[in-house]
C-alpha cells in the first residue's frame, strides 16, 4: 500500500469511527404516543398524574380491579366517600358496572372519568 491509500484507510476508518461516537450519543427522539400506565414517563404518560394525585386526595388507592368488583368490596364495608379516578383511552363499561358506580357516586362518592372515547352507557 502506499502512503496515500494508508490515509485515506485511516481516514475512511476515523470518519466511522466518529460517526458511531455520534450516533451513540445522540438523544433519543421523544416518544409522543399515550400511553395510560403510571410507569411511563412519556410527555402523554399517565406517570405524572400518579404523582400528583397525593396532591389533591391525601389518600391514594390504586387497584387493577374491574370497576364492578372494586364498588362491590366498597360496599361490603362501611367506606367512607371517596373520589374515583378512571383514566384510560377507552371508558366503555357494562350497564352492570355503570348503574354500581352511580349508586356510589349516589352515596356520595365523585367520580372523575378522562378518556377519549366513552361508551353507549356513559354517553347517554
Avoid at 56 to 85: C, G, K, Q
Amino acid at each position: 500500500m502506499t502512503r496515500r491509500e494508508k490515509w485515506t484507510v485511516g481516514l475512511v476508518i476515523v470518519l466511522i469511527g466518529v460517526l458511531g461516537w455520534m450516533e451513540a450519543t445522540a438523544p433519543e427522539p421523544v416518544d409522543w404516543s399515550p400511553s395510560w400506565s403510571r410507569y411511563h414517563d412519556k410527555p402523554y404518560g399517565a406517570s405524572l398524574v400518579h404523582e400528583r394525585l397525593t396532591d389533591l386526595f391525601p389518600v391514594v388507592h390504586t387497584t387493577h380491579r374491574s370497576i364492578y368488583e372494586n364498588v362491590d368490596a366498597l360496599n361490603d364495608t362501611a367506606a367512607p366517600p371517596m373520589a374515583h379516578v378512571l383514566l384510560g383511552a377507552q371508558f366503555s363499561p357494562d350497564q352492570v358496572a355503570w348503574n354500581a358506580l352511580l349508586d356510589r357516586v349516589s352515596a356520595g362518592d365523585q367520580l372523575f372519568v378522562a378518556a377519549a372515547w366513552l361508551g353507549d352507557e356513559v354517553a347517554d
